[in-house]
């Protein structure tokens, strides 16, 4: 299979702390995409980070990318109550004509 | 970012019998996507729906069980043909929010379909 992996399949964290989540993938790759999804429903895109780029941030979410390891990491930091939900990174994967290959994904839990 | 809209929400069927799923987006786009999420689990890509032109299948989806229609540049179908209960999943379909490489995807907000 190309799907990626994520680890870990779950995390739970108090409120406040810093949630880190770490994908691996298995081909060359044009980008990679991080999304949330609540409950069962709609993909959120949260950041797009480009092959040739290390480290990129939005807001609270930092994304770093290391091409020769085939690994990615995702941090929310100072975590809160509506950052619970399913991480999935996503690679656009060289000559793969925009289709996305998705990691399994991280349920992540913030308790008050 | 593309305003994406699904119909229906969700629906409960019965086995053995159809379901076309619609997918509206608010711009033009050139490829629009549609996936599949069972239970608890990722997304696993079905096919790509190019305007005018046969649908791109992934390994192990056949057009017989998942006809596509793109009749346009802003709207597209998905069918789930005789259904069984292994075909329950949330189908979302989703579209590049532009022409070149490095492109974000963008995400529908899912139809949760029940086979009974």
């Known amino acids: 299979s190309q799907q990626g992996e994520e680890d870990p399949q779950a995390l739970s964290i108090q409120e406040g702390e810093n949630a880190t989540m770490n994908c691996s993938y298995k081909t060359s790759i044009n980008n990679l995409q991080w999304y949330r999804q609540n409950s069962g429903r709609g993909l959120v895109h949260l950041i797009l980070i480009r092959s040739n780029e290390r480290e990129k941030h939005s807001g609270r979410l930092r994304v770093t990318l290391d091409t020769s390891k085939k690994s990615s990491s995702l941090l929310i930091t100072a975590s809160r109550a509506a950052d619970t939900a399913s991480y999935f990174c996503?690679?656009?994967?060289?000559?793969?004509?925009?289709?996305?290959?998705f990691g399994q994904g991280t349920r992540l839990t913030i308790n008050p | 970012s593309a305003v994406i809209s699904q119909k229906p929400s969700r629906d409960i069927c019965q086995r053995g019998t159809s379901l076309t799923i619609q997918c509206q987006v608010d711009s033009q786009v050139t490829m629009m996507f549609w996936y599949r999420q069972q239970p608890g689990q990722s997304l696993t890509l079905i096919a790509t729906?190019?305007?005018?032109?046969?649908?791109?299948?992934e390994s192990g989806f056949v057009i017989d069980k998942f006809p596509i229609s793109r009749p346009n540049l802003t709207f597209s179908t998905l069918t789930v043909s005789n259904m069984s209960p292994e075909d329950s999943s949330i189908y979302l379909c989703s579209v590049e929010s532009g022409q070149g490489k490095d492109n974000e995807q963008f995400f529908g907000p899912g139809t949760r379909l029940t086979v009974l």
């Open positions: 729906a190019n305007q005018g032109s046969e649908a791109t299948y």
């Open positions: 996503a690679t656009e994967i060289t000559g793969g004509a925009q289709k996305l290959v």
